[in-house]
């Protein structure tokens, strides 16, 4: 991976100046500047397709992110690699204490909502699905599956049962602190490579537990977001926080077969287990399950 030579063919014949941007587990990400103007090249890790991830869905994701108004520009694609090029946002990153407050919430809910009431995306997410893909893709490259998959997977089970089918919406499905940057008006969000079309309420939960929101904060989130608190949306949320933490632990699993990049993906997964066993020790767990069954 050579970043001045993709760089070149992007603007040949320019002289552009560029430096690593930080904070990337996935891919190599950069910040280009060009006659003034600053973009970020973003270079995929190697075998991302086994993470599910597929780069014509990203491209359209973030071109639909960008109209309307939650993403940055698309401004190339370097093919066939299929490397995204988008404007640089000009911004400070959101602390996870900040995005716990009222007033960020209030900032937040109407973008998640703009995203889940916005265009198709050309692809699928279901976090049920994905977690038991993660398993088959980590066992093929040799990875050991943690003893704790078959039970996570059984939970997983049950709150699939107990919601049933959901309505599919346009879905982010890697709401992590690192992807919202605060412009000076309003928060964008980046890194649109594992969206697709999914469950609104896994986008929600997986945002809700990986700002460790408490059950007070998701009231606030679901008030901003649809103008009032229903029990079975907070139990949704709360249940699907599970399987935020599930996916996590299992990308992290696979990474461990596949990445080239300098970061312990094994602690990432078993950091995230632990997550699932304390989400599924809650007492109020099998009360939310009752809470979202259908009938």
């Known amino acids: 991976m050579d970043a001045q030579s993709i760089i070149q063919r992007v603007w040949p014949g320019r002289n552009p100046s560029f430096e690593p941007l930080g904070g990337g587990i996935t891919n190599h990400n950069f910040k280009v500047v060009v006659d ?11 075998d991302t397709e086994l993470l599910g991830i597929d780069r014509q869905a990203e491209q359209a994701a973030a071109r639909m ?20 090029v988008t404007r640089f946002i000009e911004g400070q990153p959101v602390p996870p204490e900040r995005m716990r407050s009222p007033e960020t919430i209030e900032q937040l809910a109407p973008a998640f909502r703009a995203i889940h009431e916005g265009p198709p995306i050309p692809s699928r997410f279901d976090s049920h699905r994905v977690v038991e893909s ?12 943690p003893e704790d ?24 499905n890697d ?28 986008d929600l939960g997986n945002f809700s537990v990986k700002h460790e929101y408490e059950l007070e904060n998701d009231e606030l989130l679901l008030a901003a977001y649809f103008g009032e ?8 949320v709360r249940l699907m926080r ?7 632990a299992m990308w992290g699993v696979v990474q461990q077969g596949i990445s080239q990049l300098d970061f312990d993906f094994k ?23 009752s809470a979202v069954e259908r009938g």
Request: hydrophobic fraction near 45%; proline fraction near 5%.
């Open 175 to 202: 709401l992590l602190n690192a992807n919202f940057i605060h412009d000076g008006r309003r928060i964008r969000i980046v890194d649109w490579e594992y969206a697709g079309m999914g469950d609104r309420f896994f």
């Open 65 to 84: 992110a960008a109209s309307i108004g939650v993403g940055p520009e698309v401004y190339a694609v370097v093919e066939p690699e299929g490397y995204l």
């Open 242 to 248: 599970f399987m935020g933490a599930f996916f996590e």
């Open 267 to 289: 602690a990432y997964a078993e950091e995230n287990f632990a997550r699932l066993r304390t989400a599924e020790a809650d007492p109020r767990f099998t009360g939310w399950l």
């Open 229 to 236: 608190v229903r029990r079975r949306d907070l139990a949704s």
């Open 149 to 172: 998959y078959q039970w996570a997977r059984s939970v997983a089970g049950r709150i699939e049962a107990a919601r049933g089918p959901q309505p599919v919406v346009s879905c982010h």
């Open 36 to 46: 003034g103007e600053a973009f970020v090249l973003r270079i995929g890790g190697k």
């Open 134 to 145: 993660y398993a088959l893709a980590a066992g093929a490259r040799g990875v050991p599956i």
